[in-house]
């Protein structure tokens, strides 16, 4: 199943992807695809309905309705740093020992194809297509990483954008230079993991101004999702809606010679296979 929000910012309705151009409304049966939504079960309540509601017809279409972020603004907003080794090399660092854990500010989450802002006083701001996982129950001290897999509601589409001077040349904290207004969109749908026969051999690429930057694919993470999953539930409690972006793939601007950063004008378009594609105009600062 794909889970998708549409609307204006703020006032989004939660639908199931049938096709390219149709959906189902589910805003009658769900409140929103949130916390109590996929605490309480999440997708596996709506397949009948929506079989039902595709037989009988009742489908409608995107036509030009505005795509939101596929989960409402999560509880926390979870990233693992340097998780492929190519990645690693380009930025100079060591292949680490065990994830790397830093923090996004939930409020950064907006939709697909909505504008990314380039803050104010930045000089270095950068992009990076990664693979979200989404928690689906509240989740903490896994006995093992296969348990993993019944703790995850899906997967989505991220761009984790970063301002590389506010993370790196600003006492090292990382959260500095991805927490700024529009750095996470996601989307366009959350796949439930069964839409994903393998979630360690899924295409990812990038591209800005149409010159491609980034190809990559999940098979070359140094930790795969499950047992990232199991790694951050010994830390800390795991709540349902919870996103956890991954880690990116080389050929982010930080690790070009010259480096290369985003400019106001400037269009990312980005991929994962099974996971849709995203398209965002970059904005100067308020």
Request: overall charge negative; glycine content about 10%.
């Amino acid at each position: 199943m794909y889970l998708m929000r549409i609307g204006a910012p703020g006032a989004e309705k939660p639908v199931v992807r049938v096709d390219d151009s149709s959906y189902v409304d589910v805003s009658d049966l769900v409140t929103d695809f949130d916390e109590s939504f996929f605490g309480s079960g999440g997708a596996a309540g709506l397949a009948g309905p929506v079989a039902e509601r595709i037989a009988a017809g009742r489908t409608e279409s995107f036509g030009s309705q505005r795509i939101g972020a596929p989960i409402a603004r999560p509880h926390q907003l979870l990233c693992i740093g340097l998780n492929y080794r190519d990645h690693a090399a380009e930025t100079g660092q060591a292949v680490p020992d065990e994830p790397i854990l830093f923090t996004k500010s939930p409020n950064t989450l907006i939709g697909p194809n909505d504008d990314i802002r380039i803050p104010r006083g930045s000089t270095k701001t950068d992009w990076e297509v990664e693979l979200g996982i989404v928690i689906g129950s509240r989740t903490s001290y896994l006995d093992s990483v296969a348990d993993a897999a019944a703790v995850i509601a899906g997967y989505v589409l991220v761009n984790d954008v970063s301002e590389r001077a506010f993370q790196m040349e600003r006492g090292g904290q990382w959260s500095k230079g991805k927490s700024a207004e529009t750095f996470n969109p996601a989307g366009p749908w959350l796949a439930t993991p069964d839409e994903i026969p393998d979630v360690l051999d899924l295409d990812m690429t990038l591209d800005v101004n149409g010159v491609r930057r980034q190809t990559g694919n999940t098979r070359t993470m140094i930790f795969d999702p499950f047992f990232i999953v199991h790694h951050l539930s010994q830390f800390m409690v795991l709540e349902p809606g919870d996103l956890i972006n991954t880690g990116t793939p080389p050929g982010v601007g930080m690790g070009f010679r010259p480096q290369v950063w985003l400019q106001a004008g400037d269009v990312v378009e980005l991929s994962i296979s099974r996971l849709g594609t995203a398209r965002q105009s970059v904005i100067g600062p308020r």
